[in-house]
């Protein structure tokens, strides 16, 4: 008799929310596209010269997720990439200040391999995992930290 009893999850089972299909499947392609395209026509503004805060966190917002989901194991790209393109941004920040919202087209290559990167993640990661990566954005910027890595 003892065997037909559902046995009472334990720990941190009794906690966790059982994930829906949606949340274990990564977005769906139209999804992706059309985030893929936000971040590029973000940084094609920069690079004309016409961009703006929030185009800039658009793209700050690209690098932190891409980590976050880096360190999730959804892709990779190395280090230095994510400290070059963070520089360029940080760049980008400091001359908005004088109303210079630009990006030299020679400082793009790192975004864009970044953009690409997270693209790549979107269409495999599962929704639950960019949820997670997001909260961890979030915190991080309530954080004292300078950057993540």
């Known amino acids: 008799m003892s065997q037909n009893r559902k046995k009472r999850p334990t720990g941190n089972q009794a906690r966790r929310k059982r994930l829906g299909k949606a949340k274990l499947l ?3 392609t139209a999804y992706v596209r059309e985030q893929s395209l936000r971040w590029h026509l973000a940084l094609a ?14 793209l700050v917002k690209v690098l932190y997720l891409a ?13 230095d990439l994510y400290l070059d393109a963070e520089r360029i941004l940080d760049a980008a920040a400091r001359s908005a200040s ?7 087209a020679v400082d793009c290559a790192p975004i ?3 953009l690409d990167l997270h693209e ?12 997670q990566a997001e909260s961890r ?7 004292e930290k300078r950057s993540p890595w």
């Open 26 to 28: 990564p977005h769906t």
């Open 45 to 58: 503004a920069f690079q004309a010269g016409k961009g703006n805060g929030e185009l800039l966190a658009k």
């Open 67 to 79: 980590w976050y989901l880096q360190q999730a194991g959804f892709g990779a790209l190395e280090r």
């Open 98 to 104: 004088r109303e210079i919202w630009r990006i030299a």
């Open 112 to 114: 864009t391999r970044l």
């Open 120 to 131: 790549q993640q979107l269409q495999t990661a599962p929704v639950f995992a960019v949820d």
């Open 137 to 143: 954005v979030v915190r991080f910027g309530q954080s």
